[in-house]
């Protein structure tokens, strides 16, 4: 008799814990999101994220002058914009804008070194450069637009009889 008791109040206990946890769950708050960034860009800035930023960083190592950094900071304000522009245009495909950004930093290059003295350009190439070479022994991204070669068939990963069901044949040895 009190095997029955002790099961049957196990049930109803567990059937009101069920039934009330889901509305002590929606009394609670709502995971916090992160803030949206003040000028509404596509991703947060920093190491991967802020090539203008990158620049701007390796420029403060040349001791512009005072009129170069009049001519560098609208440079590199037009970068932002632009590249913002890009990030945020739904009109343009996911695949369009790595090239898309590659061509617009290659402008933002090519204007900076068009400000700086010969001296200042070799330092900005060797400092470029190095991030190059540390981010690629990190295994970063590639930059430039060039995903290297396309496979064949797409990016569906390699083809084997059956479809896409099933694993793929064993290698022959």
Same mark, same amino acid.
């Given at each position: @008799?009190?095997?029955?008791?002790?099961? =049957?109040?196990?049930? #109803?206990? #567990?059937?009101? =814990?069920?039934?009330?946890?889901? &509305?002590? !769950?929606?009394?609670?708050?709502?995971? /916090?999101?992160?803030?949206?960034?003040?000028?509404?860009? $596509? !991703? /947060?800035?920093?190491?991967?994220?802020?090539?203008? %930023?990158? =620049? &701007?960083? /390796? *420029?403060?190592?040349?001791? #512009?002058?005072?009129?170069?950094?009049?001519?560098?900071?609208?440079?590199? +304000? %037009?970068? %932002?914009?632009?590249?913002?522009?890009? @990030?945020?245009?739904?009109? =343009?495909?996911? +695949?369009?804008?790595?090239?898309?950004?590659? +061509? #617009?930093?290659?402008?933002?290059?090519?204007?900076?070194?068009?400000? *700086?003295? $010969? +001296?200042?350009?070799? &330092?900005?190439?060797?400092?470029?450069?190095?991030?190059?070479?540390?981010?690629?022994?990190?295994?970063?991204?590639? !930059?430039?637009?060039?995903?290297?070669?396309?496979? /064949?068939?797409?990016?569906?990963?390699?083809?084997?009889?059956?479809?896409?069901?099933? $694993? $793929?044949?064993?290698?022959?040895?």
């Amino acid at each position: @008799m009190f095997g029955k008791m002790k099961f =049957i109040v196990a049930g #109803l206990s #567990l059937a009101s =814990i069920v039934m009330v946890a889901p &509305q002590v !769950r929606a009394d609670e708050a709502p995971p /916090e999101k992160k803030p949206a960034k003040k000028d509404g860009g $596509p !991703r /947060e800035g920093g190491p991967k994220g802020d090539r203008a %930023k990158m =620049i &701007q960083d /390796e *420029l403060a190592k040349l001791n #512009l002058t005072d009129d170069q950094k009049k001519k560098t900071d609208p440079i590199l +304000e %037009k970068f %932002k914009d632009d590249s913002h522009k890009i @990030m945020s245009d739904d009109s =343009i495909k996911p +695949e369009d804008k790595r090239p898309k950004m590659a +061509e #617009l930093f290659k402008g933002l290059i090519a204007d900076i070194n068009a400000v *700086l003295t $010969p +001296e200042q350009q070799a &330092q900005f190439k060797k400092d470029q450069d190095e991030r190059k070479a540390k981010r690629d022994a990190e295994g970063g991204p590639k !930059r430039g637009g060039d995903k290297g070669p396309k496979k /064949e068939g797409g990016d569906k990963g390699p083809k084997h009889e059956g479809g896409d069901k099933g $694993p $793929p044949p064993a290698p022959a040895n």
